[in-house]
T-cell receptor, first 116, second 113 residues
Framework: KAGVTQTPRYLIKTRGQQVTLSCSPI?????VSWYQQTPGQGLQFLFE???????NKGNFPGRFSGRQFSNSRSEMNVSTLELGDSALYLCASSSPTGGLRDTEAFFGQGTRLTVV | GENVEQHPSTLSVQEGDSAVIKCTYSDSASNYFPWYKQELGKRPQLIIDIRSNVGEKKDQRIAVTLNKTAKHFSLHITETQPEDSAVYFC????????????FGTGTRLLVSP
């Protein structure tokens, strides 16, 4: 069974540009969540999608957005990039049903974004 | 708001020793507590988890304990090996039907041969 796949693995962007990151969950998983990992702030929750609906959002500015497609693949977009957006962006997929007890999260390898 | 504190930030042990990492959570509604291991340059991987209806769970050399009253949970690794060297993250979740993990700040464990 294939794991969570994130593309691209590495990105270098310039301040002010925008970027789109992609995440393909484990087959059958309908919940996809996104996290930002930095040395200073650790792992912080960005948002979570289930059946194409955003169910929860973390404390990030509106420049961070996402969406989920009918095949459960998800994308996140960051507009007007800032130097502080440099981080490892991880997505995780979980649960076939999104039910209350199905919360084991399987992480992808992440996309390392560098903003210069 | 939701917060998870994790200690220590770094932990150095000799091979064969035990290692203990402790976490405290703030939201009493939290009821799912996973532990992740992240090796350098790799993805976080779940090593053990515990739900609030259980006080302790073991899996070979790894165990997790939960004290709901004190809002503490701990990871115990016995007979440590050099391959246990990694960053360990605790997390808490309220299991409200959507996936949102609140992570601790991580513990860098170094096991010396």
């Amino acid at each position: 069974k294939a794991g969570v796949t994130q593309t691209p693995r590495y990105l270098i962007k310039t301040r002010g540009q925008q970027v789109t990151l992609s995440c393909s969950p484990i087959s059958g998983h309908r919940s996809v969540s996104w996290y930002q990992q930095t040395p200073g702030q650790g792992l912080q929750f960005l948002f979570e999608y289930f059946s194409e609906t955003q169910r929860n959002k973390g404390n990030f500015p509106g420049r961070f957005s996402g969406r989920q497609f009918s095949n459960s693949r998800s994308e996140m977009n960051v507009s007007t990039l800032e130097l502080g957006d440099s981080a490892l962006y991880l997505c995780a997929s979980s649960s076939p049903t999104g039910g209350l007890r199905d919360t084991e999260a399987f992480f992808g390898q992440g996309t390392r974004l560098t903003v210069v | 708001g939701e917060n998870v504190e994790q200690h220590p930030s770094t932990l150095s042990v000799q091979e064969g020793d035990s290692a203990v990492i402790k976490c405290t959570y703030s939201d009493s509604a939290s009821n799912y507590f996973p532990w992740y291991k992240q090796e350098l340059g790799k993805r976080p991987q779940l090593i053990i988890d515990i739900r609030s209806n259980v006080g302790e769970k073991k899996d070979q050399r790894i165990a997790v304990t939960l004290n709901k009253t004190a809002k503490h949970f701990s990871l115990h690794i016995t007979e440590t090996q050099p391959e246990d060297s990694a960053v360990y993250f605790c997390a808490a979740s309220k299991n409200t039907g959507f996936q949102k993990l609140v992570f601790g700040t991580g513990t860098r464990l170094l096991v010396s041969p």
